[in-house]
């Protein structure tokens, strides 16, 4: 392990945007009240409303904020069009039940999305949304989705992420043995996500992945790993342990449409260290491809990347 | 383990109120500005402002909202005196050093608390302290202060908790090795510890033990642990891996002024399940005897529980 940083690096670092990062200033914003999972109402229009993101919309009773307690996705959009919607409202909704919070009404889910991708700037963007379990003593969840300007991740998806690997402390079985610890949700609950990105950039690098302690790579702090050996691509299989990737599920889509191998293992660190290439998936980012592994440089495949990145450029 | 619970049973467990809950409607707060660690003024009321809990305070651009990304403390107020405030501050410039925030201005802190404490309400009250990263590409962190009436813990202050024991997924070390995890932070991320407290409830008990994979105790997810055995009183050491709890602080102050010895020690679950009293002791419960763990029935000890609690309401 390399030396500790400067308090000067550490200061700079609190701030590092994340590829999920959402601009304020070019932000819009709608407040979704959410209705019952049972309510099949044939509009769902009036049960969201947009808000000026400049001014505040959330109590300080928010569990959201003084718990990191409720669920949330981030989308991809491109041109106005958001891809992978039903994946992401089906996690949305496994991430829910896993934090026992009531079941989203995915209806209104899908509406509010297509309400937040017609303020979506032409290019790249991102809709996140956000369900709360809502303010404190208060009867019901709240929600919001944004719609902002994706940051430019052209020159990431063609150089590559130095990642470094990060002992996540849980044994390859934590999530399923203890479904409390919440594994397989996509919580707000994001501080160790964002630690080990912070602690990433400290030792130089931009990404990092997480190993559990029995040796055993998992996923990136926000996004899915994909690796390739012999031909075979590879991902950690989604259990209870890790999040399972929209963009990962894209991505196998997108490979064996094209005769390749696309499996479900469980991948040891050495299995990422001795691949013949391997990617980050996420939404936002979509493919980017590693490029040195612990400081280690390990082989990419340029023509591959940006096939797949075409493709999951393309409207889906 | 016993059989999981009817879906509507997980329902209403969802909004299961903590010690920790907040009433909006009795609540006051501070909109605290943060100021650096090094400004030396010697009035800072003109850094914080009283808002109006009913309405909106906050952006939905706010990472504490977004992520959990930022620290907390929930300080216990009798008839207006805020308890263990210089504690409560000192662990919150250690939460936010491990979670790489600006260093907190402690001045600024105690002055926001002693403020607070003027619109606490007679008897028990809790005073809330957030400190967020900020809104997303802000340059600032974001705090905030809120204080209102404390739930009524007389009962369970002699009445007792039963607990279950919770798997906590790590080892006793992962804390140290891997400071990127923030064991040792009470950070906003708390979704895991409020899903154990709903796992607790669903198996029939009050409250929760975690128990790290090699079988060592650490903590409850809001409270510290205390036992007795032989007459000594241990508390599992405050490592990377748990909080240092001020209450526990307190309590051995108690303990050793009334000649008993009272440490810290690596502890398994054979201790606590042997132990011929425990405690779990937080800021506003204070001290909860422990009457069963496991479902188990555990010895207790009424009068010097009734003893420690009048010293835990005194103003210190």
Known sequence: MRPGPSSV????????????AVDMAQCFALLI?????????????????????????????????????GVFESIGVIDGHPNEVEAHVQRLAHSAALCD?????????REAIAAAATHAPAGEAVIKLILSRGVEHG????????VSPAADNSLVREKGVRVVTLDRGYDLEAGERAPWLLLGAKTLSYAVNMAALREARRRGADDAIFVTRDGFVLEAPTASL????NGRFLTPSPSGGILHGTTQLSAYEFLTARGHEADYATLRLEDLQSADAAWL????????????????????????????????????
């Open 101 to 109: 919070l009531p079941a989203p009404n995915l209806p209104q889910w």
């Open 139 to 146: 009867p019901a969840p709240t929600a919001w989705a944004t």
């Open 281 to 316: 998936l996420s939404s936002i980012r979509l493919a980017a491809p590693i490029t040195a592994v612990d400081d280690v440089e390990v082989p990419t495949d340029a023509a591959l990347t940006r096939e797949l990145n075409a493709f999951l450029l393309s409207p889906r």
């Open 9 to 20: 690096t550490r200061r700079r670092s609190a701030y590092s945007r994340s590829p999920y």
């Open 226 to 229: 994909v690796i390739r050996t």
């Open 33 to 69: 009240t959410p209705v019952a999972a049972d309510d099949t109402r044939s509009d769902y229009s009036d049960t969201f409303r947009a808000i000026d993101v400049t001014a505040p919309a959330l109590s300080v009773g928010e569990l959201s904020t003084q718990r990191g307690d």
